[in-house]
């Protein structure tokens, strides 16, 4: 074991709570995405690609409505239990057994935390943007990750799938950053720097 991997050893040892971003960590998004792309009447697979473009731009993914030419949305979908990684729930619950607190965090509307705490998770806190009116990457948003796991922020974790909104900011806010190797942000920015810990799955 190298000085590295023991340094990352004790700050693994220091954690009592672990934040785990939403959308494409926990979530699988393509159920969602299907729906809005049949709700804005555009093919599924071109709604995915032009997805991929915008991410690989660096763009808001909001930015998919005007290049494809369409109106936004006017309704979500809902986040239902079945949308969930099949790792993720498995998690949540070891995580809980092994006495950990566990936080969810995200650039969510404000109906996902009413539902998220409705699907009977066994979590702490849910900390969404439409909730806190900032968005991620915001210093602020991690700031009150933080303050929300009530602990200093070397003893929380945080777990998310974007090296631009998830890993870079949440090691700025002094949290140990995970990068989530999985969905599409994940794999257009994995070549990024920035990442400091990364899983590719969460079992
Ligand atoms: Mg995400």
Redesign the pocket.
Known sequence: MGAADRAEGARLGELRTVVF?????LVDETRAWGLVARAVGVPALTLFAALGVVIERGEDHRQVWPLLGVDAPSVIPTIERSDFYPDAIPTLEALRRAGYGIGLA?NQPAQASGELRALGLPVDFVVTSAGLGVRKPAPEFFASVVAAAGLPAAQVAHV???VD??VVPAAGAGMFSVFLIR?P?AHAQKSLPGAATRWESLG
């Open positions: 971003d939403i959308g494409e960590t995200g998310g799938d974007r909104n998830d969905g942000w």
